[in-house]
């Protein structure tokens, strides 16, 4: 995917800057949420000296902030969500971050759209790490996917409670036949930061997978988020 440029200190700064596959491997692997380290502060501070801090009051606000919210995706998504301390930021201050969120999200989404969603695991983590992974309750989202396996759509297919989001497996089926998908892949997250799918996820990976064969359409993956990792049902053998 070709990318915009990204000034120094900010190529690091967690799962939203999307990056070629050589470089993957030359920085922390976008599994989910990195560790606490000062790339997330770096980030941060130059996202708040961009909207009008001093240096010394965005490094400050910047360290606070990573410690109120451990990463710069939670942080992104506590401007989006208004959520916590960032909600007493100055109003120029959350749009950018929010800017930023939405556009990093974009990029990702235009990558999977031109290329394999299944081939390309560390794009996918990111992008969904960064839509799921600090989300208080569970929602259920469906990767619809093409032929030759690019995005078609994403869409929120259920929300729910700390535990649980209603699924209805028909009204899955229904909108890939829609969609005109070929196949596509479950993922829903757990609040709970444990990606270790239960008795229920099982159940209903079993009737989503079993309504889809009716109408000759399969399931890929099923994607359990978590806020430090991204399981995958099938690579696990559990699909």
């Known amino acids: 995917m070709s990318r915009p440029y990204t000034p120094p200190g900010m190529a690091d700064g967690g799962a939203f800057f999307a990056r070629p596959q050589e470089e993957l491997a030359q920085v922390q692997p976008l599994a989910g949420a990195l560790p606490v380290g000062p790339d997330h502060r770096q980030c941060l501070a130059a996202l708040l000296g961009a909207a009008g801090m001093v240096p ?104 729910g409670t700390v535990d649980h989001a209603p699924v209805y497996p028909r009204e899955i089926v229904r909108r890939a036949l829609v969609l005109q998908a070929s196949s596509f892949v479950l993922v829903h997250n757990h609040p709970s930061g444990d990606v270790q799918p239960s008795a229920e996820d099982m159940r209903m990976t079993g009737q989503i ?29 559990l699909l």
């Open 56 to 159: 010394v009051q965005a490094h400050e606000k910047a360290e606070a902030l990573v410690g109120e919210y451990a990463t710069l995706s939670a942080v992104l998504l506590a401007a989006a969500q208004q959520e916590g301390s960032v909600r007493l930021l100055p109003e120029a201050v959350r749009v950018l971050l929010i800017l930023v969120r939405e556009s990093a999200l974009r990029l990702h989404r235009a990558r999977l759209q031109r290329e394999s969603v299944l081939c390309e695991r560390p794009a996918l983590n990111a992008y969904l790490s960064a839509l799921m992974a600090h989300e208080k309750t569970e929602q259920m989202r469906v990767l619809f996917l093409d032929a030759a396996n690019r995005l078609v759509a994403d869409e929120v297919m259920g929300r």
């Open 209 to 237: 997978i079993a309504a889809a064969r009716v109408v000759g359409l399969s399931v890929a993956d099923h994607l359990i988020v978590g806020r430090e990792q991204v399981l995958s049902m099938k690579e696990a053998g």
